[in-house]
């Protein structure tokens, strides 16, 4: 079982930077993938960036050259660093994980944290 503890949303100015931070912890025989997916009022909640437990990642086409993710796979760590933040990313950003439980290691699960909220405006 495996669970995420979120932190780094707040309010910023366009143009700012604010960097997300995401921990899991608990039991299991491995993290696989990491990443990051938000969700603003009234759309779906979408992919902003994804990262492999090898450091391939994938990003949202609206965000790439703007946000980096990273992953610290002695810590079980993902982050979100964001640079040149404008309105259209205020939304609540879920850290998700995929694993495989310990004791069953061909199965894969998956996990949301509780989301927090990041709002840029002036």
Request: hydrophobic share 30%.
């Amino acid at each position: 079982q495996v669970q995420l503890v979120e932190s780094g949303g707040g309010l910023v100015q366009p143009g700012g930077s604010l960097r997300l931070s995401c921990a899991a912890s608990g039991t299991f025989f491995s993290i696989n993938d990491m990443g990051w997916y938000r969700q603003a009022p009234g759309t779906e909640r979408e992919l902003v960036g994804v990262i492999t437990r090898s450091g391939t990642t994938d990003y949202a086409d609206s965000v790439k050259g703007r946000f980096t993710i990273s992953r610290d796979n002695a810590k079980n760590t993902v982050s979100l660093q964001m640079y040149s933040l404008e309105p259209e990313d205020t939304a609540v950003y879920y850290c998700n994980v995929k694993y495989s439980p310990q004791f069953y290691v061909y199965n894969t699960r998956e996990v949301w944290g509780q989301g927090t909220l990041v709002t840029v405006s002036s």
